[in-house]
Nanobody, 130 residues
């Protein structure tokens, strides 16, 4: 089993930056594809970014537009989401997620689907004021 703990959210102004962190405990972190999703009130949970086991491949939602960067530190069992140039429409609860898929089953299609992920953090609130 894996436990994920998200942190780093807060209230910021448009144009500001935040760095989210997700610390994992339990099962080997380096065996997990990790991702960030977000959910705004009244909306579906949506994919933000993902990163493969050693960080060799990253994937982003179109709305990121080069503003966010996902990274991981396997020695610290932590995945990060650096968010720059934040917009009010980025306001949401951000959740990290882990997928124990193998390299044989991995695909970009799989990485974008919330149903692919086995482990979830509790979420951290990001609020961007205009």
């Amino acid at each position: 089993q894996v436990q994920l703990e998200d942190s780093g959210g807060g209230l910021v102004q448009a144009g500001d930056s935040l760095r989210l962190s997700c610390a994992a405990s339990g099962r080997s972190f380096s065996n997990l594809v990790m991702a960030w999703f977000r959910q705004a009130p009244g909306k579906e949970r949506e994919f933000v970014a993902s990163i493969t086991w050693s960080g060799g491949s990253t994937l982003y939602a179109d709305f990121v537009e080069g503003r966010f960067s996902i990274s991981r530190d396997n020695a610290k069992n932590t995945v990060y989401l650096q968010m720059n140039s934040l917009k009010p429409e980025d306001t949401a609860i951000y959740l990290c997620a882990g997928d124990r898929t193998s390299s044989l089953d991995y695909s970009f299609v799989r990485a974008r689907r919330r149903e692919s992920y086995h482990y979830w953090g509790q979420g951290t609130q990001v609020t961007v004021s205009s």
